[in-house]
């Protein structure tokens, strides 16, 4: 690879931002310490080459290596960091040496493919980048303990300190760097599958961002954290001796975030609340906007109407607005219609065609679904038919993870349908309610929830006449009314005989946190050619009739 040429320079990779966290070396190539990525000499784009170093017996790791070229290096222990060759030999760590017959380069393994290649003293790069943790190849999940550690070195150390008191490695794993905690987000199953798991990061302020990151993913009912009286796990390990370090994983205390603010912070806090961004409904909602004042991350937003009256089409019109005039992923959870159902109407939407009144072409079609679909920024639930409350809860915790900062849910009543955690009725209700404001409140999101209505007494006008539903009509527990933020009521006679009092939608506000303002406003006409929504003013009925459909 050659000496450093020239450090501190801007990323290559526009989605890591970093300007000055990449390194440039005398054969042109470079490596970014920010997002972990390796670039090659044609993709430095003309950065100038220094004096390439002497070439030694090794082999550059990129270009000449192959696994089985790795395979065959030999394993040997590290004296100066005091890892024994046994717990190498587990971890499979190879290495290879310089003209003079010292140690140049460690081979750390991720899988059977992937490894992290350090040249000495601390330069890294990649063969077969992969977003694994080091070490979760040689272990089962749904164990007792999993120790995650920051770097392979602290990895061995850990287990080390395990090997001199049992004789044996237990659970320990490492991230490749503290910035990577996108590896823990890739493999959270893995991860959460065990009873707790041990956070032995290291104590710097690189260690503590990491630790807020990984507290965040993998959740704080697992997370224990390690104190360590220095830097790192290996300084334990070689300053003060393995059962010292052992001591430190047993001592791990459970994560206690801080919760107890004074007058400043209250201050900065209120200020920050007060200069919250409010995102505007779609065009067509300009009447809920009137209310609301749009909405907010931390908020969740109920939408309730009877049967059929539109509720699917209002979150898909808002899903659009989002694409339109925001750069933000969006999250569906849609429990009553398959992912490509939903696929076919947003596209069928943004043509401004309903696929339900016109057969659309394929090659039209496509034009927009890539409108829609093409810039992947929308994450989907593939449910296949079988609904789990807590599966559904990880898997909106994953879409807020990877960047969704609007989630949809449609609807709720089917999300507790088959119960929570032997909860069934009100109960399991009132905690996925309590789940999804927990999510609100750790990932900065908006949630759109659906849920159905109680039925209406005999002889009564039923809400597919018309009717608009009050509070008291949504179904199950009183926690879906209390923890929503707003709630937005509609209705449409779907039994009229003229289309223009069918496809009239009604719009009233039950409840809004942030303003307090509630009551009717105006509404909604359906177009069933389009399929849209188009905004309805509240003016004379004789002006306002257009025949659509």
């Not at 947003?346 to 057969?359: H, I, K, V, W």
Request: glycine letters at 8%.
């Amino acid at each position: 690879m050659g000496d450093i040429a020239v450090r501190n320079q801007p990323c290559l990779d526009p989605s890591c931002g970093s300007s000055d966290a990449r390194q440039i070396y005398g054969d042109g190539t470079s490596f970014c310490f920010s997002c972990q990525e390796f670039f090659s000499k044609e993709e430095g784009d003309g950065v100038a080459i220094v004096e390439e170093r002497k070439q030694t017996s090794s082999p550059s790791p990129y270009k000449k290596l192959s696994v089985d070229d790795i395979l065959e290096l030999p394993i040997r222990g590290f004296a100066d960091r005091a890892i024994k060759k046994k717990v190498n030999e587990y971890y499979g760590v190879r290495v290879s040496y310089d003209s003079n017959g010292a140690i140049e380069k460690h081979y750390y393994p991720y899988g059977n493919n992937s490894w992290k290649v350090r040249t000495l003293p601390k330069v890294f790069s990649w063969f077969n980048k992969t977003n694994a943790l080091f070490g979760q190849d040689k272990f089962n999940g749904a164990g007792k303990r999993l120790i995650i550690c920051e770097g392979e070195i602290d990895t061995l150390s850990v287990a080390l300190a395990y090997y001199d008191k049992y004789d044996k490695i237990y659970p320990v794993v490492g991230m490749s760097s503290s910035s990577m905690t996108k590896s823990l987000l890739e493999n959270r199953d893995w991860i959460r599958s065990f009873q707790e798991v041990v956070l032995c990061l290291d104590e710097d302020a690189a260690g503590e961002k990491a630790v807020n990151e990984a507290v965040k993913i993998i959740g704080i009912d697992k997370v224990k954290l390690t104190k360590l009286p220095y830097n790192d796990a290996n300084d334990v390990l070689t300053k003060d001796g393995s059962y010292r370090l052992l001591q430190c994983i047993y001592d791990a205390a459970p994560y206690i975030p801080s919760g107890i603010i004074g007058k400043e912070a209250l201050w900065d806090a209120l200020i920050e609340y007060n200069s919250k961004p409010s995102h505007p409904y779609a065009p067509c909602l300009h009447g809920i906007n009137s209310k609301l004042k749009g909405k907010r991350e931390g908020e969740i937003a109920l939408f309730i109407s009877g049967t059929g009256s539109g509720k699917s089409t209002m979150l898909r019109e808002e899903m659009l607005n989002i694409l339109e005039t925001t750069n933000d992923r969006i999250g569906i959870v849609s429990l009553e219609e398959a992912p490509a159902e939903t696929a076919r109407k947003l596209a069928g939407m943004q043509l401004e065609r309903n696929p339900a009144n016109e057969e659309i072409p394929l090659e039209e079609l496509k034009v927009g679904f890539d409108k829609v679909f093409g810039d992947d920024r929308i994450i989907l639930l593939d449910h296949q038919g079988s609904i789990n409350d807590n599966s559904i809860i990880d898997q909106l915790e994953y879409m807020a993870l990877s960047g969704c900062k609007y989630l949809f849910i449609d609807h709720i009543t089917i999300l507790v349908s088959e119960g929570v955690d032997n909860l069934t009725g009100n109960e399991a209700q009132d905690k996925v309610m309590n789940d999804l404001l927990r999510l609100t409140k750790r990932h900065p999101i908006w949630i759109g929830l659906v849920s159905h209505l109680r039925k209406v007494q005999t002889g009564q006008k039923s809400f597919e006449q018309g009717k608009l539903p009050t509070l008291d009509d949504i179904r199950g527990s009183g926690s879906i009314k209390q923890i929503s933020f707003d709630i937005i009521a509609f209705a449409r006679n779907m039994e009229a005989e003229d289309d223009r009092t069918r496809n009239t939608i009604k719009m009233s506000v039950l409840k809004s946190r942030f303003t307090g303002l509630t009551g009717r406003v105006e509404g909604a006409m359906y177009n069933h050619t389009t399929g849209r929504l188009a905004y309805l003013p509240n003016i004379p009925e004789e002006q306002q009739f257009v025949r659509v459909g």
